[in-house]
């Protein structure tokens, strides 16, 4: 008998169960369960995955719900409410916030998630990049070549290095390795390796071609640069890749203010960009007061004079107590960058007269000097 984390009935015939383990990626994994007395297996479960997400200088314990099912004959009955509402409530008592990568629309909501992260992505023409590397040839000590897995941990610290700071990023852990295999008739990622000097200046992910099926517009899921310099040098070998499957463009799914958004923008590139009203990416606060316990010194960090720093302590007990930003929701859009304080009060969101001064400095909105365009990277995605 198979002996549960957590296992306690919620109503009567109906019992809620935790089993933990350990997830393909290795990260910690709960398997979360309802039964119904007389059946044999779940009748609804979902899968809470346990990371570390990234608000700017600062990084959050969180959790992600993922893998949500129903069996067939128990749907439309309420059991994924009851399930949801239960295991929030059960994440609620680890950690001060929980994401969910792929909600279904209209639904999450009812659970106090809001979708906050704005998708995006760079679409850069070949021709562009042909110009570039027809005036310039690949600097000596840079070279590209053949990813191997020994590069992996290289690429880790490259990454976090590069990206870490925003918010809605996953730090990622040493073992990281969320590189698609491949299998049969599903293509697995192809991955190119940039060195300086005999160390990694730049990396891309790029989805593998399927035989029989041709890919336009071509996708590169990651491509990460230590500086503009390395950025260019991986968009000219992505170009080339393109040139030769006679493609027009590529898309780079990298923020516009990385430094390969900067290498794009001098090629002549367009940036695409929707918010989402629903669905999709979404997150929940559920211990505002841990979660700002923990994000007090990245608040601090972003007040620029000293007079808002003496502002501070008063304005953020306010903030903590709910008596500022009222609204959860709300309050997780400004954590992330999605928005500015200003933008918050023009959709109506009050704020307090006395609090607006420090309020615009804790919550600039994403793409300023002190809080980078938020991201989630497809490869963190779960």
Known sequence: ?????????????????????????????RDCSLWQAGV???????????????????????????????????????????????TVAESAKRVPIVFVSQAIEELYEKFGFVNCLAEAYLSVPVRNVERLASRSTLASPLRVRDFSPDDLPAMLTLYNTVHAHRSWT????????????????????????????????????MKESQFGHGVSPFVVDELT?????AAEALLIDV?????????????????????????????????????????GMMGAITDRQQLLRVLEPEL???????????????????????????????LLRLLVGNWSSTDARALGTEIPTQYQRVCDAWFPGGGTRLLPLPYAHTLDRY
């Open 1 to 29: 008998m198979t002996r549960f984390d957590v296992e306690e009935d919620i109503e009567p015939g109906l019992r809620y169960t935790e089993e933990t383990g350990r997830s393909q990626s290795s990260r910690p994994v």
């Open 300 to 330: 601090r960090r972003r007040l620029p004079t000293d007079d808002l720093h003496t502002a501070h302590a008063t304005a953020f007990d306010a903030l903590s107590r709910g008596e500022v930003i009222v609204d959860n929701r709300d």
């Open 225 to 229: 640069a230590r500086d503009t310099e």
């Open 170 to 205: 996953h730090e990622r852990q040493a073992g990281w390795n969320q590189l698609v295999v491949t299998q049969t008739w599903q293509p697995g990622s192809e991955v190119v390796i940039l060195e300086r000097d005999e160390q990694v200046a730049g990396y891309a992910i």
């Open 40 to 86: 044999d297996e779940p009748i609804s479960g979902l899968n809470v995955l346990s990371f570390r997400q990234r608000f700017g200088a600062e990084s959050v314990p969180a959790e992600g719900i993922g893998g949500v099912e129903t069996l067939p004959a128990f749907r439309r009955r309420g059991a994924i409410g009851k399930l949801l509402t239960k």
């Open 239 to 279: 170009a080339a890749r393109c040139w030769h499957r006679r493609l027009s463009e590529f898309w780079v799914r990298e923020p516009l203010d990385s430094a390969v958004g900067t290498a794009a923008r001098r090629l002549g590139c367009a940036y695409h960009q929707t918010f989402p009203p629903s669905g």
